[in-house]
């Protein structure tokens, strides 16, 4: 049975899922789900089943316990047969490890692994957080007609750059965030970091010579230019 991915080609959530699947070369659905009609927040999404999927007993837990499709009304959600996920890092950690054997990698075995970990965490409690306040006063508000807070974007745009620093330390170091080798400490912050390459925070990046050349490789991979493509499409 095909993976399904619910949500939208402009969430970075479900842009995140879709990069893991074709990194992997895995065959998958995506349905789109019609947020401004309020979709995501109807019965039929938010009561799917938990329902998990036999996997590796060492697995099994961890993924047991982010099991379940769209509880809170958000996007991307997944299935892969009787398994329902949601929240797109959990996703990408499950097709990461559970079909290790396909294509790119994306983790590494022993020591390196704590490193990837490491910067998975600073993406998602560090960078995230800040890039999508940021997002929000350059990209959405102005979409929707709102004015832009220039105290917020001035204060969050600090607070990202040293934030920044940081990877243009690590990236002084290392080729790629976690090890020798792209995976999913360098996949989970490539959407939002794209998406603020529409914006003037793009600044931010360009002063930083070692981010700016890995940003630049990351995003030219294959796997990437498709699911741009199908963003494009929409």
């Given at each position: 049975?095909?993976?399904k991915?619910?949500g939208?080609v402009?969430?970075?959530?479900?842009?995140?899922v879709c990069?893991?699947?074709?990194?992997?070369?895995?065959?998958?659905?995506?349905?789109?789900?019609d947020m401004?009609?309020?979709?995501h927040k109807?019965e039929?999404?938010?009561a799917?089943?938990?329902s998990?999927?036999?996997?590796?007993?060492s697995?099994r837990?961890?993924?047991q316990?982010?099991?379940?499709?769209?509880p809170?009304?958000?996007?991307?959600?997944f299935?892969?047969?009787?398994?329902?996920?949601?929240?797109?890092?959990a996703i990408a950690q499950y097709i990461?490890?559970v079909?290790?054997?396909?294509g790119?990698?994306?983790?590494?075995?022993?020591?390196p692994m704590?490193?990837?970990?490491?910067w998975?965490?600073?993406?998602?409690?560090?960078?995230?957080?800040l890039a999508l306040?940021?997002?929000?006063?350059?990209?959405?508000?102005p979409?929707?007609?709102?004015a832009?807070?220039?105290a917020v974007v001035?204060?969050?745009?600090?607070?990202?750059a040293?934030?920044?620093d940081?990877?243009?330390?690590?990236?002084?170091?290392?080729?790629?965030?976690?090890?020798?080798c792209?995976t999913?400490a360098d996949?989970h912050?490539?959407?939002?970091m794209?998406?603020?390459?529409?914006?003037?925070?793009?600044?931010?990046?360009?002063?930083r010579?070692?981010?700016?050349?890995?940003?630049?490789n990351?995003?030219?991979?294959?796997?990437?230019?498709?699911v741009?493509a199908m963003?494009?499409?929409q």
């Open positions: 049975m095909v993976m991915v619910y939208t402009l969430s970075t959530a479900a842009m995140r990069a893991a699947l074709y990194e992997k070369d895995l065959e998958f659905e995506f349905i789109p789900v401004r009609a309020g979709e109807k039929h999404f938010l799917l089943n938990l998990p999927r036999p996997c590796p007993p697995l837990h961890y993924f316990l982010f099991s379940g499709i769209g809170f009304g958000q996007v991307p959600a299935e892969d047969g009787d398994l329902k996920l949601f929240e797109s890092r990461a490890h079909y290790a054997d396909k790119t990698p994306l983790v590494c075995e022993g020591k704590a490193t990837v970990g490491v998975m965490e600073v993406e998602a409690h560090q960078f995230e957080p306040k940021l997002r929000r006063e350059l990209l959405y508000k979409r929707s007609g709102m832009t807070d220039a001035e204060e969050n745009e600090a607070k990202l040293k934030v920044l940081v990877y243009e330390a690590r990236l002084s170091q290392s080729e790629y965030l976690g090890c020798d792209f999913l996949l912050p490539l959407p939002t794209t998406t603020l390459m529409g914006t003037p925070v793009k600044k931010l990046f360009d002063a010579p070692k981010l700016s050349a890995w940003l630049a990351i995003s030219a991979r294959p796997a990437w230019a498709k741009l963003r494009n499409q």
